[in-house]
């Protein structure tokens, strides 16, 4: 079986499946959603994914449909159905379908859409050689910790990011660096590792939060705090955190060189510690 989907609490080819045009999903991006990364037929760290998945729900008043046991066992069958060593797993959860009007009852039954699709890593050369980045303004709302599937700015600094070259765009509020369109940011400067803190700007990423945890085993001191752009330029190393993309160092910001120009050691120590994780 290839791209499966569960739709509707049936599992069917992903073609297959489909909503109704009166999802709140589709109408007003009234939803959240996960993504996790399957390694060798293994989901990782699934039970911090689904965590988030409920904070991110309870903060816009969803009421998730399935307690922590009904959803891996969904996700476990998705997997096991798809039979993809290497695969990204999409939860999506929206408050459900209802003639179209911005408020909501209470009584919505929430859609659960969950995909399993075959993963393409980055090739490797990005990973020896190095990524550049972009900076563009933040336009996104007030509550970047929820994951909502309502993701117009970062797919427009995405799409900005690729038409310039890069991999990544950086989100830029009031002159300090918060996270990618797709990933969190980590620089380093003085050999310390300096990431913005968690807060109402940014996603609480799961792959942040294990490399910060490499991080202390490796005894490399570091700082939460808030990072300023002009910052930026002054650090010896910057990589980014991510489901997909593990640790991805940045060798260019907006063109200009970061360090040597070439990955830095505290960012090869982090790359090959997240590798460990899962091999
Ligand atoms: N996104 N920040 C944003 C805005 C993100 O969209 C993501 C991940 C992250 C990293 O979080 P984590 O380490 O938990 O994957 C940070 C995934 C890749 C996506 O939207 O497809």
Redesign the pocket.
Known sequence: MPDIAFANGVFLPLAEATVSVEDRGFQFGDGVYE?LRVYGRVPFCPLDHLARLERSARALDIALPFDTARWMSVITEAVHRSDYPEAKVYIQVTRGVAPRDHTYSATLVPTVIITVRALASPVESLYTDGTDVVTVPDLRWGR?DIKSVSLLA?VLAKQQARNAGAFEALFVRDGFIL??????VMTVHGGSLVTPPEGPL??S????RLALQLAREAGISLAERPLPEKDLYAASEVFL????IEILPVITINGRCIGGGFPGPITKELMARFRKLHA
């Not at 996270?179 to 969190?184: K, R, V």
């Not at 990423?205 to 942040?208: F, W």
């Open positions: 993504l970047c970062n996270e990618g369109a797709t990933s969190n940014l996603l990423g799961v792959t942040r955190t991510g489901t997909t």
